[in-house]
């Protein structure tokens, strides 16, 4: 079973970090580009990362390069 850890970055997010894009979501990606610094998250920039693979996998791979998001399981 997973751990809690990082549950409070999950929820109301999608499983994928999804709302983890703040305004200028060239640089304000993922947990480590936006919660980390205190950035809100960007709801318009969120539901384009729904439809947007690029942008999500690029989101996904600033999670991925966070050792403390990996840890806590943000992917």
Same mark, same amino acid.
């Given at each position: 079973?997973?751990?809690?850890?990082?549950l409070a970055w999950?929820?109301?997010?999608?499983?994928?970090?999804?709302?983890?894009?703040g305004l200028? =979501?060239?640089t304000q *990606?993922g947990v480590?580009? %936006?919660?980390y610094?205190?950035?809100?998250p960007d709801? #318009?920039n =969120?539901l384009?990362? *729904?439809?947007?693979r690029d %942008?999500?996998?690029r989101?996904?791979?600033a999670?991925a #390069?966070?050792?403390?998001a990996?840890?806590?399981?943000?992917?």
């Amino acid at each position: 079973m997973p751990n809690l850890v990082g549950l409070a970055w999950t929820a109301p997010c999608r499983h994928d970090a999804g709302l983890t894009l703040g305004l200028d =979501a060239g640089t304000q *990606l993922g947990v480590p580009g %936006l919660l980390y610094k205190g950035i809100p998250p960007d709801p #318009a920039n =969120a539901l384009r990362a *729904l439809v947007d693979r690029d %942008l999500r996998a690029r989101m996904a791979a600033a999670n991925a #390069a966070s050792d403390t998001a990996r840890i806590a399981r943000v992917t």
